[in-house]
């Protein structure tokens, strides 16, 4: 197959193109420019694509013998991932531009310019495994759960995995990665893992988000609208967030309070006790599914951020659009805008974006009488 | 390149980039190299490279209608222009630097730098479509405050689009006020006709690996009336503007590339004009492709207001990118039409001071002729082009990008 491997400059990708290539592919190395504002170097595991990484990626392909790139797509990656970014946290939800760059970037903008362009498939260094199943192509969770990535690939929907690549799904861990980098004489073994959001080049999100959309001043109130203290932007604050709260005095209970909800008509920032945080139901939008999508409850586990374990939950979907999950034991801190991602063990069965958050409002009106 | 790909089917049609080193050159670099001796020592093997060296310096001015004392060797024409911008700036005190807005880097940073570290004020010099810099424009900025200006950059041609600039109407304007002008002549040497003492400019930089020179070479021509603080300090070699030990393979190779240029500027200029003007006309069959910069002369061979070597396209619905891979994978080698620093690219600040759209910028490709140039480089490209254009435009549109 004629093979489009995505360089980011790390060692996950590296690896994988050079699995790609001893798996008898002609391999083509492309770097993504996604930024115009570049930093020349690294800062710790803040961000990528930067100068470095560039440099790190065309020194990859040169030691695996593989044509090597640069594609500017930084105009549909601000258009898409950047702009979502800035919109959620405008509109008082949690965004995962991850998710929103395989989307729109790795899985369409990049997949689709290279299948033009002749290619097959795309090759990354995603931690996730495409099985062939008696259906046809299953995504699954990378044989290193701990590193494993569908969570942030499953948006790219059943479609898509014919076309991708993903070498490094069964590896037993990171170590074996580096090890493997290593041997193969590709110098970025040691480079550390990137966490941060790549597009926020000094790690600093609330500076970003300050930068981008000015202040937005409103009030924080608890659940019986008391006023308890006042903030720059809801846009700083995240349901399930305890720190950086501000409040000038303590709850009447003693007891630590957390954002339990942003409100973006008024600004309003909403605090309250941990119990109150738990959330038992939700629905989500934008649903994609890798299975028929299911009218009936069906058993399965829920993940609702990434890195998150999984929980016991049940779903079904209205219409193809729409997702509605039952969490068996609830969650805390369960933020509109992340991804929810379903699974059957190891196997991804669909993902959709939380709209709504159902908190039990009996219980917190019994809070609101008993204080 | 392709790593399969075989080398004897390579088309190279990057020469604005860097041109294959002449065989003469590297003769010459390769039996300097063989010999020994500091140009400053005072000993015998220092007083025969110092000789050496001097010859070449000679030979440089020579060619370029300067004197021997004009020429400061330096390695490259980054250097040369940092030279120029920062050292006339320094020496003159004055706050204003007026620069053409489509600079290369090499001129349009130091510039810049200039600016936002030490309080410059930069003033860009407006184009017209043709990337041609707007005279009436520059004397309305010159008329301003003529006191207040450092110095003016105007480069002698366009490494983009290839357009010549009218240099001898820019130091008129200039001369009246006692303003030095800089010209980066790095594009233009070997391609047209380049006479230091004529064009009248203070300073002049100039590049070895343009001309089938090594890279690492180059030279800035400066008056000895210039004044200039030097960018590098240390044993006060060449005037003491430029310190560092003198090289001397360098400084014999990139004479011996200046003199084959030169030398066979009006023959090149001529034959790679009329391959240029093929392609040019090859590709307006195959496609809707639109030429920038200066429209192509009929019969073109004393045409003086573009490059002969340059063509400079924009494929309508093409991402560059998606061309240069396409072409790449054939085994023809050319530019996206966009500045590239350290391979990560940028829109041209040269095509968008020129008026173009940036969606319009984007499907940018140049074609740079040179010294190994053929007819059979220009039918290869013609001939890969039509699907190369077909899948670019299916990509751009897939991309989402047109």
Known sequence: MKVLAALSGGVDSAVAAARAVDAGHDVVGVHMALSRNRDQMRAGSRGCCTIEDASDARRAAAILNIPYYVWDLSEKFEETVVSDFLSEYEAGRTPNPCVRCNEHIKFQALLDKGVALGFDAVCTGHYARIVDGPDGQELHRSVDTYKDQSYVLAVMGPQRLAKAIFPLGDVASKDEVRAEAEARGLGISNKPDSYDICFVADGNTQGFLRQRLGKKPGEIVDVQGEVLGHHDGAFAFTVGQRKGLALGRPAADGKPRYVLEVQPETSRVVVGPQELLTVHHLNADQAVWFIEPPTEWIDCTAQIRAHGRPLEARARAHGSGEMEVELIDGVRGLAPGQSCVIYADTQVLGQATIAKATRNMDQMREFSVAN | ?402
């Open chain 2, 1 to 402: 390149m392709n790593a399969g790909a075989n080398p004897a089917a390579v088309v190279y049609l990057d020469h604005a980039a860097t041109t294959p080193v002449l065989p003469e050159v590297i003769d010459v670099m390769s039996s300097e190299l063989a010999q020994s001796g500091n140009a400053s020592s005072l000993h015998t093997a220092g007083r025969d490279a110092r000789r050496r060296l001097e010859e070449a310096r000679e030979s440089v001015a020579a060619a370029l209608g300067a004197r021997a004392s004009e020429v400061i060797f330096t390695a490259g024409a980054t250097e040369a222009n940092n030279l120029a911008i920062k050292g006339l700036y320094w020496a003159r005190k004055r706050r204003r630097i007026l620069i053409s807005a489509v600079e290369h880097h090499a001129v349009f940073d130091p510039a810049q730098w200039l600016a936002t570290a030490e309080g410059a004020e930069l003033v860009l010099i407006p184009v017209d479509a043709n990337g041609v810099v707007d005279l009436a424009a520059l004397a309305e900025l010159i008329a301003e405050n003529p006191d207040d200006i450092a110095l003016i950059a105007v480069m002698w041609a366009n490494n983009e689009v290839g357009t010549i600039q009218p240099i001898t109407e820019v130091v008129e304007l200039a001369k009246a006020h006692g303003i030095p002008v800089h010209c980066d002549a790095v594009q233009a040497v070997g391609q047209v006709s380049v006479d230091f003492a004529a064009a009248g400019v203070e300073t002049m930089s100039i590049s070895g690996h343009k001309i089938g020179g090594p890279p690492g070479t180059g030279a800035l021509i400066a008056t000895r009336e210039a004044q200039l603080t030097p960018v590098l300090h240390g044993g006060g070699q060449e005037r003491g503007v430029r310190s560092g030990t003198l090289d001397v393979p360098g400084a014999c190779a990139l004479a011996a590339a200046v003199r084959v240029a030169v030398q066979n500027q009006p023959q090149q200029a001529q034959r790679l004009a009329r391959l240029r003007d093929r392609l040019a006309a090859g590709i307006a069959q195959l496609t809707d492709a639109v030429v920038r910069g200066p429209a192509l002369a009929q019969q073109n061979s004393q045409d003086l207001t573009r490059l002969p070597a340059n063509l400079h396209v924009t494929f309508p619905g093409c991402e560059g990118d998606s061309l240069l891979y396409l072409l790449d994978s054939q085994g023809v080698q050319v530019s996206t039409g966009s500045a590239c620093q350290a391979g990560v690219p940028q829109p041209s600040h040269v095509l968008l001071a020129m008026g173009l759209a940036e969606n319009v910028a984007r499907g940018a490709l140049r074609f740079s002729l040179g010294h190994t140039s053929t007819q059979a480089d220009v039918d290869a490209v013609l001939a890969a082009l039509p699907e190369v254009v077909e899948r670019a435009r299916a990509a751009g549109l897939a991309g989402g990008m047109a």
